[in-house]
């Protein structure tokens, strides 16, 4: 009977800690050119081999309470790989989680700010973090032209759709909300205007260009 205390336990708390200190939410994996991170990535697939994988073939909740009993620590071997597997998801829905919650905690519906007075450092980061997901996220999906090119883009991108909800919550919430749709509706009008006397200048060129044609 495997020693879940002393291996599997001592192993798994070995591979949380690597991922608090390298900030990631990202387990190791065994592939990895980093020695250390390839045999932390060893151990994890050992363990969901020979600790996950059984306990979740179990049936019942008497089994499974049996299973607990009988190998001590293998309680928290899956809780640990439970919180690694929930929080094992892109850093841009992340962000959009941290957000939201550091919303929620100070009870505001304005989205945290990257400039302006007493802007903390997270406030500031935050903010920095939420501009991006605009700009390399949501403004990218949503300059897809077919739908088969954002069917695309949602396979490579699996956390758009919680992303999207977070964002369009937090502007539907927003006191700014109509100040800010009235300058998106500004700059929407100043591009057309532009796109338009673009394609004006290219008619006029054109038929200049016949008209040398012609002489």
């Given at each position: 009977?495997?020693?879940?205390?002393?291996?599997?336990?001592?192993?798994?708390?070995?591979?949380?800690?690597?991922?608090?200190?390298?900030?990631?939410?990202?387990?190791?994996?065994?592939?990895?050119?980093?020695?250390?991170?390839?045999?932390?990535?060893?151990?994890?697939?050992?363990?969901?081999?020979?600790?996950?994988k059984p306990f979740n073939l179990l049936n019942t909740d008497e089994e499974r309470t049996e299973f607990l009993k009988k190998?001590?620590?293998?309680?928290?071997?899956?809780?640990?790989?439970?919180?690694?597997?929930?929080?094992?998801?892109?850093?841009?829905?992340?962000?959009?989680?941290?957000?939201?919650?550091?919303?929620?905690?100070?009870?505001?519906?304005?989205?945290?700010?990257?400039?302006?007075?007493?802007?903390?450092?997270?406030?500031?980061?935050?903010?920095?973090?939420?501009?991006?997901?605009?700009?390399?996220?949501?403004k990218p999906y949503e300059s897809l032209k077919t739908e088969e090119e954002k069917e695309e883009f949602r396979k490579k991108?699996?956390?758009?759709?919680?992303?999207?909800?977070?964002?369009?919550?937090?502007?539907?919430?927003?006191?700014?909300?109509?100040?800010?749709?009235?300058?998106?509706?500004?700059?929407?009008?100043?591009?057309?205007?532009?796109?338009?006397?673009?394609?004006?200048?290219?008619?006029?060129?054109?038929?200049?260009?016949?008209?040398?044609?012609?002489?």
């Amino acid at each position: 009977m495997p020693n879940y205390k002393s291996k599997y336990l001592e192993n798994i708390r070995k591979i949380k800690e690597w991922m608090k200190q390298n900030k990631t939410t990202k387990p190791p994996t065994a592939s990895a050119k980093n020695t250390e991170e390839r045999k932390l990535g060893q151990m994890i697939s050992n363990i969901r081999q020979n600790v996950i994988k059984p306990f979740n073939l179990l049936n019942t909740d008497e089994e499974r309470t049996e299973f607990l009993k009988k190998h001590k620590g293998a309680e928290e071997v899956i809780e640990i790989v439970n919180w690694i597997d929930t929080n094992n998801v892109s850093v841009k829905l992340q962000q959009a989680r941290e957000i939201k919650r550091w919303m929620e905690e100070r009870d505001t519906k304005k989205p945290p700010r990257i400039k302006g007075t007493e802007v903390s450092k997270e406030e500031k980061r935050l903010g920095k973090a939420l501009d991006a997901i605009r700009q390399y996220l949501i403004k990218p999906y949503e300059s897809l032209k077919t739908e088969e090119e954002k069917e695309e883009f949602r396979k490579k991108h699996p956390e758009l759709e919680e992303v999207i909800a977070i964002v369009e919550e937090i502007d539907m919430n927003n006191p700014k909300r109509e100040i800010l749709e009235k300058a998106k509706r500004t700059r929407d009008k100043a591009r057309r205007k532009k796109e338009e006397a673009k394609v004006l200048q290219e008619r006029v060129k054109e038929e200049l260009s016949k008209k040398e044609i012609s002489k």
